[in-house]
Nanobody, 117 residues
Framework: QVQLVESGGGTAQAGGSLRLSCAAS???????VAWFRQAPGKERESVAE????????YPVDSVKGRFTISRDNVRNTVTLQMDSLKPEDTAVYFC???????????WGKGTQVTVSS
């Protein structure tokens, strides 16, 4: 099992940038890792995924070209660089991990991102 702790959230103006970090308590090399977000009144959605094979996907079209996920399997960290932020990016962002063949069952507590217009 791994425990995940997010950091780096906060407030930014539209057009600005924030960098989220996720520290894992154990090795993440065999996990797919991802960033999800949940805005008030909306369902949680995946915004960036980095599989254990090295494949990267951005399931939400609105973040493509603006968000970049990266991982460091030595330091056991996952990062989400968010640029050109928009007010609609306001949400709680969660780091998650999925074992090979499993589901996203490891979650951090989340970090708030607020983007003002």
């Amino acid at each position: 099992q791994v425990q995940l702790v997010e950091s780096g959230g906060g407030t930014a103006q539209a057009g600005g940038s924030l960098r989220l970090s996720c520290a894992a308590s154990g090795r993440i090399s065999g996990y797919t890792v991802a960033w999800f977000r949940q805005a008030p009144g909306k369902e949680r959605e995946s915004v960036a995924e980095f599989s254990w094979t090295g494949a990267i996907t951005y399931p939400v079209d609105s973040v493509k070209g603006r968000f970049t996920i990266s991982r460091d399997n030595v330091r056991n960290t996952v990062t989400l660089q968010m640029d050109s932020l928009k007010p609609e990016d306001t949400a709680v962002y969660f780091c998650a991990a999925q074992k090979i063949g499993g589901v996203f069952s490891y979650w951090g507590k989340g970090t708030q991102v607020t983007v003002s217009s």
